[in-house]
């Protein structure tokens, strides 16, 4: 199985951009399909983008143009580069993966910790 470890959250003002970062291991990286997700306090947790094993990707509309999720096989890592952050974008943020496809679905069975990201006005 694999073990995820997010980093990368923090505190930033409306407009600025944050890049996170999962580091995986414990499996072969490259063979699992990977998201990131977010929830915020009182509401269910959501997808914000996904990359199949190919590359492909695909995004909640709420982040099209502004996110970008990336992955570095040589470093088993998966990014999520964030910007013009708005105060809605406010959330923990969580890595997952599978060795399915689930896309922004939140059935994956593999999970990371979590990482605070705060966008004030």
């Known amino acids: 199985r694999v073990q995820l470890v997010e980093s990368g959250g923090g505190s930033v003002q409306a407009g600025g951009s944050l890049r996170l970062s999962c580091a995986a291991s414990?499996?072969?990286?490259?063979?699992?399909?990977m998201g990131w997700f977010r929830q915020a306090p009182g509401k269910e947790r959501e997808g914000v983008a996904a990359i199949d094993s190919d590359g492909s990707t695909s995004y909640a509309d709420s982040v099209k143009g502004r996110f970008t999720i990336s992955k570095d096989n040589a470093k088993n890592t998966l990014y999520l580069q964030m910007n013009s952050l708005k105060p809605e974008d406010t959330a923990t943020y969580y890595c997952a993966a599978d060795r399915v496809s689930w896309g922004l679905l939140t059935e994956y069975n593999y999970w990371g910790q979590g990482t605070q990201v705060t966008v004030s006005s």
């Open positions: 414990g499996d072969t990286y490259s063979n699992y399909y």
